[in-house]
């Protein structure tokens, strides 16, 4: 193995197995600010992530500065409120969303107390065309992330907002935002998982669209 | 940690700081074959990933059968030559690639060569927006094989042979391809190694557009 850039031992400390299989969205944060050497070794880890042709368009901007939280957690939460708008839905606050709507509940609770993260990390394309340029850099972030006992999850933002998003952190026109992730240390206890998800009997097939796998 | 819908702990024979930096662009492939059990643990894998409200959209075909890799490889090469072509080159054959064009020459090198691999997975969404529910996943199956010490790379076909890949596969007109996965053991040693990138310093900014990190 050639040289890293960075000391990435300290993801050592978990084995791969246990964090593919305990990498949960975790949308509530402790306060505690996460250190510049974890946030260092996190996107070293995201940037060795195959992009296409290795033309590495992704940006990235992390945030830990508390004014530009503040602000952009009040952006986030506009923007979450637009995309239930464009849905249909006319919910205007948590209350108005019925509990068996487990997932929105959720996710509107991270809208209001996205305030409290430590810290966010923009990621960024040319163009919306460039995902598989960009998003394999962020699920490698939100592994080592996990991997150093640090939550997350991949959130978007709205049009709405994007203009007043570019205005604050000087975003140039040229780049498009894929995913606005934010990192904290879990506020709960079993806060990490195996995340629930369909049988992969249903979901991947072998050799024909719809034809059973093996394990099924 | 809830129970795991398999058991994964063969992943847990690397430790994730050396996956995460070892899992690099693999091109060339013995043809051996990979075990059910291993494509099993790799899809169980894949579908961890985040993805967007837990809607789940992602769809994989696993191709191990001789004669649809076969096909699929000719259709391959014809994609990746139709694509240069869109992209203005004049090539038509590996030896019209000028050799500085170096990572041009290695695609297509895996271009003609794609025959060999004993194992394809082709990850799909409900539409070309549909990425940060698949792309995700897509980089937790190649991690876990690495894991295992199996080699991939993402890679993506043409619009020119969709319909025939659509027709070999039963695949619906109503999911879109993200990427074609091939997977196998490495031809070459040292095929695993810590992947080439620009500085961090100069693809993460803190705090503002083109604003350094305090480790550049």
Request: hydrophobic share 40%; glycine share 6%; net charge neutral.
């Amino acid at each position: 193995m050639m040289d890293a850039p960075v000391d990435y031992r300290r993801l050592n400390n978990m084995k791969l197995g246990d964090v593919l299989f305990s990498q949960r969205s975790v949308r509530r944060f402790r306060p505690d600010p996460i250190s510049i050497d974890d946030i260092h070794v996190i996107m070293e880890a995201a940037v060795r992530a195959p992009n296409g042709g290795n033309d590495q368009p992704a940006r990235f901007l992390v945030i830990t500065d508390r004014a530009l939280l503040d602000r952009m957690s009040q952006l986030y939460r506009e923007a979450w409120w637009a995309k239930r708008h464009d849905a249909g839905y006319t919910w205007t606050s948590i209350e108005d969303i019925p509990p068996e709507e487990k997932n929105y509940r959720a996710a509107a609770r991270l809208a209001e107390n996205m305030a409290g993260v430590p810290a966010m990390i923009l990621a960024f394309g040319r163009s919306s065309e460039d995902g598989s340029s960009v998003i394999p850099a962020v699920q490698n972030l939100m592994l080592a992330a996990r991997g150093l006992g640090i939550g997350s999850l991949p959130t978007r933002l709205h049009p709405v907002v994007m203009q007043r998003v570019n205005e604050l952190l000087g975003i140039p026109d040229s780049v498009h935002l894929h995913l606005l992730i934010p990192l904290g240390y879990p506020a709960t206890e079993k806060a990490f998982g195996v995340s629930r998800r369909k049988p992969t009997s249903e979901t991947v097939y072998l050799n024909h669209w719809d034809q059973a796998v093996p394990w099924s």
